[in-house]
């Protein structure tokens, strides 16, 4: 166990742990918290470490503790055990089940499923805090300066394609969004698809789910209509226009995280190279010929 990350007295803070034998192991995963698989007594638990600089990239501890008892209680999250403040660490029961492969994601029944998942966590209830992709990339704008970093070239063209996007996609209510359907989040325990690590929750635009986890697995325009069928139960044009400029958002605030953790971070990891492929894809995506259409078709 390392004690650094995983000190025995805090986990001793977790209802009923006290004095319990504990075998503890770091779990994969993650750039930036420690995770660490906890078996006691038969049972398995996974604790969250938060990093320090979670508050830089806009991450709400107790918002996503919120959201983590919400996707438990739609059937989706893992079971929440405890919360233990200040530290803002999470204990949540290890789901038995298997990882989704890349391959997988691509499978009609697959994006289904992960369609229905979606719907449950959309319908699961409120937190109390809004997601805007708008808004992230603008507040990692100013956190970047302010600690002495410097925007890429490529920030003045994307802000510019966010500000077209924003005035044109239609405004709905806002629901509770994942905002990080990374494949490493995913497990299929045979009966769902669950869904992990829920740091980035809050309230905000459907959309931006269907177009992070497009994006994030590189879908197909088949695979989103796929998707978004199984979603709404049919497909309109303003619908694929919406996750198509969602995903190219998604871009913008994986590039924008990027510039961010170049000025705040301290770990061994190019963040330089994380940003470029976020914002060549972004204005490669914005490229295409239908991007003033997809506006026309969002706005409708």
Not at 17 to 31: A, D, N, Y
Not at 165 to 171: D, L
Not at 241 to 260: I, K, N, P, Q
Request: overall charge negative; proline content about 4%.
């Amino acid at each position: 166990m390392d004690v650094e990350f995983a000190p025995a007295s805090l986990m001793d803070r977790v209802p009923g742990w006290t004095g319990r034998s504990r075998k503890v192991e770091p779990l994969g995963g993650g750039i930036t918290n420690k995770n660490y698989l906890v078996h006691m007594d038969g049972e398995r638990f996974v604790i969250r470490i938060p990093a320090a600089t979670g508050a830089l990239l806009g991450i709400d501890r107790v918002v996503e503790h919120q959201a983590s008892r919400l996707a438990a209680v739609a059937g989706v999250g893992p079971e929440v055990v405890a919360f233990i403040e200040p530290e803002g660490a999470l204990v949540t029961r290890f789901i038995e089940g298997h990882a989704v492969t890349d391959v997988q994601v691509h499978d009609r029944v697959m994006l289904q499923r992960i369609a229905h998942a979606m719907r449950r966590i959309h319908q699961s209830g409120e937190v109390a805090a809004a997601f805007s992709p708008f808004r992230v990339v603008e507040a990692y704008a100013l956190t970047t300066i302010r600690h002495g970093g410097r925007l890429p070239a490529a920030h003045e063209r994307a802000q510019a394609l966010a500000l077209s996007m924003e005035q044109a996609i239609r405004q709905e209510p806002p629901v509770l969004c994942h905002n990080d359907l990374l494949n490493a989040n995913f497990i299929d325990d045979d009966a769902v698809i669950r869904i992990v690590d829920w740091e980035y929750a809050g309230m905000g635009d459907r959309f931006f789910d269907f177009g992070n986890f497009a994006v994030n697995h590189q879908l197909s325009e088949e695979d989103e209509a796929v998707l978004l069928a199984a979603y709404f139960g049919r497909v309109t044009p303003g619908q694929h226009a919406r996750l198509r400029l969602m995903r190219l958002m998604s871009d913008f605030r994986e590039a924008m995280w990027g510039v961010l953790q170049q000025a705040i971070s301290e770990l061994d990891f190019d963040f330089s190279a994380y940003a470029l492929k976020h914002f060549n894809r972004l204005l490669d995506g914005a490229a295409d010929p239908r991007f003033n259409a997809w506006l026309r078709q969002a706005a409708a």
